[in-house]
């Protein structure tokens, strides 16, 4: 069914989506109902029932027969879901699959010897979307590393919640440019001398892996993904092959160890952001707003601006989110990538779940 024919059919009743909740927001007027058995209810009440178009995206076996169910032919992750999300940002984030959902997930599988968490900085869904089992992840609030990173890794943080399941052992990397104040929130709860490791290439995470027996081992790893690139770099990032060696040499040479050792594992990855690369002279431009304090004071009142901010508060800090094309400055000289605000590009990432046996 196509995303106009959808519409129809809601104008008719309600029904169960069962292809990606996130396209029937591209829909104007429609309401996504996350709990299937309190819709249910509702429907069931003496009272008038809401004349608004309804989609169900908790699909429950046994009320299958009760609903009609469509397949919809969409794919929502395409440039214009930043005008959705902009659009409907609140009410997606309470029934998307959001980076909040991750450590959920992580925490719902834990019947293996080893699992192994890859945090990646900066690394957009687009980007790698042709890649086997990959699965668009949405990030909640400000596109930036403090941010995502921080939902994903959860309160009481992954490594704690996973502790209590069993996992009595514990393995950090992270590499030494990173800042203090970020290091110290991701590995709350690692022990700085016995479980982190500070290493200044990927060879050494493998070396100090494969030193330890991994048996009820979480490990955790921040990589450095393609935000590096992004802020910095003598031409246009080989994108490209920067993902195939994350992929095909980064997350493969992980996995080895634990199969080296006979052990089962779960490996997991996703990163914090998207990038939102920086327009070839062919492709739409960025709408720059100045990043000027008066000037952009002036320019958030004015109309284009303030039709195109969104304001979020995230672990306690404010962040003015531009939908795309909207940015606050232009690219310098060396600057490929951004992030930060509001887009396909930097708001969808990738969440991978690799079996290890
Ligand atoms: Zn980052």
Redesign the pocket.
Known sequence: MKLNELACFLDRAPAILSSDPLSAAFLDDVQVIGDQQEFVKRMDAPQPQPSARMVIIDAQASYYERLPRVTLNHDPYRPELGNVLYEKYHDIMRWAFTQKDIAGRILSDTKVDTIILVLV??LSYDDCKDRPSIIPCLVNGAT??AV?FRNIIGDPPLAYRLFKKGFKSKLGFSYWDRGNDLTNMLFQGFDPQAQMHRVAEFEEIIEQLSKRRLTKTFVQIVLSGL?QFAHYNRGRPPIKELVERLFGYYLTAIAGVVRQQKLTGLLYMIS??GIWWRPRPSEKSAIVVPDDKAKRKRLLAGHLIRNNVLHVTCYGEAYSLLRYPYIFRDFKRTEWGT?GGLSYYESVVPFLKVEVF
Do not use: S, Y
Request: net charge negative; aromatic share 0%; hydrophobic share 10%.
């Open positions: 900085d900066g930036i590393t995502g935000d914090d952001h992030h």
